[in-house]
């Protein structure tokens, strides 16, 4: 599924679907590198994810491979860096201005069903420079940022784990699987739950939440699924910000990034605008079988699903075009009954006349007016083959019945299977403040009628921002979408006065205009929790531009142009995009935890409080703590595998290297240990700042570092 669309519609709609990453080795020999060990580190504040996926696989042929590692990217997220540990020494992943490999393993250029299902419409492909030796183990650490689901303050978060349609070709148990989900909120939590498993551990305090999971000597078979609720009482609009130096800064539109986040009112009695709404069915020859069972499906459920008081239409289109009823009928009892006996008659046959189609729809809503809100809902399944087939003559006449209908209409479109005409759709919906989305054969039913629910209660259309004074710019989305009840305004921007403002939503509710004054607090400092906002920011631009980029010819010197910009975005802010991707690596020895340094989650160095690397080592596997930064205690975790006992000591130090505490842990074989640190109680004296930590055991060293406020 393939999306460019504006930032609230894409909150409601996607969903996580990352999972474990796969080994393709170039051998006609073996056809995946066995998984033996998958930690999942979640790091979220509000609805801001940042996941760091961390991979081990084995090598068991009898001889030296090259390799390629792909990951099931989730369409919506975009990947912040990749490093890996391959014969004993990490590397880093390069990013490049070039697109990324195809996937070429397994000795042939052809692939099993099984791959190209496990990875989806969206993998991230890398190709890595070095071969794996005999018997030795790569290990894989992925990290990606995405804005998660939300919904009447519901925030899912999903990590399919179901690895059985690979580990099905290997055969192998997977020694260690593990979940650490950390959630910050400035609105209160109001409940977590871990639905797909049975945690180790949730905690809750109303403002920082904790779920904890691990199992060993398992298969992968079950999706990781977290929820969350957000307190529905504190709405309004919510405001972070972070301001860099000018070392930090590579353009000219300011030191300062911020994210607006606003909602309106959610509660049953508040009143929501009624729709004038047309849905427009393709029903030509290609729609056949079951996608036409499909399509009347997400019909009967639109239709079943109107307001009173909203007005709608039917039109269904092949070589001719037809009609439920000449014009905009109320929604009553009588009228649904008719509309779903007309939708079961629905047949598939003929060509695809788009053009007649919106040439039908769109007069039809000379009636309708600013007070209502004026939605088409469009789907084809494939290219313009009647009527006007030009795609710019086409955009071009849709443009103009619009220009000639004075009131504004919000086109959605959406392309069913691989055939359509991407940029007609994409074009359509840009230039009426719309959505284009891109669904597979089997999607159309649960897709449509899903966003259906998302924009059945609009409560403020035609919608602007004001700053006073104007000190707010590089603004995305750059169309802001109408708000509907129980979903939200994402805004992303930059500033470079920290100085008060207000800040004015504006629009239109039941004819009359509406405004709801803020004053958010721009940050004059750089705030290291919220240091991915640059990065969601950049990730927004992009996918403005490339909404720009996919409404015209690519071979234009403005599409070129736009292209090169995206690539500088990408670049700059080591954020993946269509255009740029990981090519080549370089060694490094000072790896960092990046869940909180390269993933973006913190940008001061890490200190150099030991000089060892910190590794994946053949005792101590992995650590960090959490919460990150915190104000009263953290709990540093750590895994101990090789049947060791012993006692493993844990140092903390401040930013000049001194000692502050130092405490024991006793170790009794394999498993996962955690110490709390509590400095409000322990060292009252100690100021807040970086601190950093070391765990030694058995001659091994990891190290970590964290921010105490």
Not at 149 to 154: A, F, P, Q, R
Request: charged share 20%.
């Amino acid at each position: 599924m393939k999306n460019f669309v504006t930032l609230m519609i894409v909150l409601a709609l996607s969903a996580s679907l990352s999972a474990n990453g796969v080994v393709i080795p170039d051998s006609a020999g073996i056809k995946y590198l066995p998984l033996i060990s998958s930690m999942v580190d979640v790091s979220v504040d509000g609805q801001v994810a940042i996941t760091t996926a961390t991979q081990v696989f084995l090598n068991t042929a009898e001889d030296s491979l090259k390799i390629q590692y792909a990951f099931p990217m989730p369409v919506e997220a975009s990947a912040l860096s990749l490093m890996y540990k391959i014969n004993n020494q990490w590397y880093e992943a390069k990013f490049s201005a070039t697109e990324q490999d195809s996937i070429s393993g397994g000795g042939t250029t052809t692939f099993d069903y099984e791959l190209l299902t496990y990875l989806g419409e969206n993998p991230l492909v890398y190709s890595l420079d070095q071969p794996i030796h005999a018997d030795s183990t790569l290990t894989v650490e992925l990290v990606y940022v995405e804005l998660l689901e939300y919904k009447l303050g519901k925030v899912n978060y999903n990590y399919p784990n179901d690895y059985e349609m690979i580990a099905d070709s290997i055969d192998r148990l997977i020694d260690l699987q593990k979940l650490q989900f950390r959630l910050l909120s400035d609105r209160t939590i109001t409940d977590i739950k871990l639905l797909s498993h049975t945690a180790d551990s949730i905690t809750n305090t109303g403002t920082e939440a904790n779920i904890y999971y691990s199992v060993t000597e398992q298969k992968a078979n079950q999706d990781y699924s977290v929820q969350y609720m957000l307190s529905q009482e504190e709405l309004g609009l919510y405001s972070y910000s972070t301001f860099l130096p000018d070392s930090m800064i590579p353009d000219t539109y300011g030191n300062g990034f911020f994210l607006f986040v606003a909602e309106p009112d959610p509660s049953e009695n508040q009143k929501v605008i009624d729709k004038v709404f047309t849905l427009i069915i393709d029903r030509s020859g290609s729609m056949s079988g079951d996608k036409i069972v499909q399509a009347r499906n997400a019909a009967k459920f639109i239709t079943q699903n109107l307001n009173l008081g909203d007005q709608f239409n039917i039109i269904d289109f092949a070589s001719d075009i037809k009609s439920f009823r000449g014009e905009h009928v109320n929604f009553t009892a009588a009228n649904e009954s008719a509309a779903l006996d007309y939708i079961d008659h629905l047949m598939a046959t003929g060509s695809t006349n788009i053009s007649g189609a919106f040439g039908e729809a769109i007069p039809q809503f000379y009636a309708a007016s600013s007070n209502t809100a004026n939605i088409i809902i469009f789907f084809t399944d494939g290219q313009q083959t009647a009527g006007i087939t030009d795609t710019d003559q086409l955009i071009e006449y849709v443009d103009n019945l619009v220009v000639q209908n004075e009131a504004k209409i919000s086109i959605f479109t959406f392309g069913i299977g691989s055939s359509t005409n991407e940029r007609l759709l994409t074009t359509l919906a840009a230039n009426n403040n719309g959505l284009a989305d891109f669904l597979g054969n089997d999607e159309l039913e649960d897709k449509i009628t899903e966003f259906y629910l998302l924009i059945r209660n609009p409560v403020l259309i035609n919608t602007s921002i004001m700053a006073e004074p104007d000190l707010l710019s590089e603004i995305y989305p750059s169309r802001l979408p109408n708000l509907y009840k129980g979903q939200q305004m994402i805004l992303a921007g930059r500033y470079d006065e920290h100085i008060p403002f207000q800040l004015t939503l504006s629009g239109q509710a039941f004819g009359d205009p509406v405004g709801y004054a803020y004053e958010p607090v721009l940050s004059d400092s750089i705030i290291s929790q919220y240091a991915f906002i640059p990065k969601i920011w950049a990730k927004q631009k992009i996918a403005d531009l490339l909404t720009e980029y996919y409404r015209l010819n690519p071979s234009t010197s403005q599409a070129d142009s736009i292209k090169s910009v995206i690539i500088d975005i990408s670049l700059d802010y080591r954020v993946i995009s269509p255009f740029t991707s990981f090519k080549g690596s370089f060694e490094t020895d000072d790896r960092t935890d990046p869940a909180y340094t390269t993933g973006g989650y913190t940008t001061i160095e890490t200190l150099e409080f030991d000089k060892s690397p910190v590794r994946h080592n053949s005792i101590l596997l992995t650590c960090r703590n959490f919460p990150n930064p915190f104000s009263h205690s953290t709990t540093i975790a750590f895994e101990v595998a090789g049947g060791i006992y012993g006692e493993a000591v844990i140092s903390i130090y401040d930013a000049l290297g001194r000692m502050v505490e130092e405490f024991t842990i006793v170790v009794e074989g394999d498993d996962h240990y955690e110490l709390i640190w509590y400095p409000a109680e322990t060292r009252p004296d100690l100021p807040a700042g970086l601190y950093g930590y070391t765990i030694r055991l058995k001659g091994e060293t990891l190290k970590g570092s964290m921010i105490y406020q």
